[in-house]
Nanobody, 125 residues
Framework: QVQPVESGGGLVQAGGSLRLSCAVS????????TGWFRQAPGKEREFVAA???????TSYADSVKGRFTISRVNANTVNLEINSLKPEDTAVYYC???????????????????WGQGTQVTVSS
């Protein structure tokens, strides 16, 4: 069983920063890619960023490049630093795990087998 758990969301003013964290619990040691997605009210879930199992590769959506930084703390924990927050960043942010580390990092939700419950990020103007 693989269970991602997000933390770090909250209410912040535009221009502020947040650090989201994803801690993945597993019954056995394993390697996996980790991705972040977000979903705003009335919109489809969209890719934000991803990092490979060994932190050798990262991928970002164009809309967040330069403001978001994904990093791997250890095999089971990934952070997402969000700077210069904008009201349009308001969404539920989800952590997802791809347990096939030999695959390329991808932006498609279907590539990720396990998902967390999400953490709310609200940016006030």
């Amino acid at each position: 069983q693989v269970q991602p758990v997000e933390s770090g969301g909250g209410l912040v003013q535009a221009g502020g920063s947040l650090r989201l964290s994803c801690a993945v619990s597993t019954l056995t040691a394993r390697t996996f890619h980790t991705g972040w997605f977000r979903q705003a009210p009335g919109k489809e879930r969209e890719f934000v960023a991803a990092i490979s199992w060994n932190a050798g590769r990262t991928s970002y959506a164009d809309s967040v490049k330069g403001r978001f930084t994904i990093s791997r703390v250890n095999a089971n924990t990934v952070n997402l630093e969000i700077n210069s927050l904008k009201p349009e960043d308001t969404a539920v942010y989800y952590c997802a795990v791809d347990i096939n580390p030999w695959t390329e990092l991808g932006p498609q939700p279907s590539q990720y087998e396990y998902w967390g419950q999400g953490t709310q990020v609200t940016v006030s103007s």
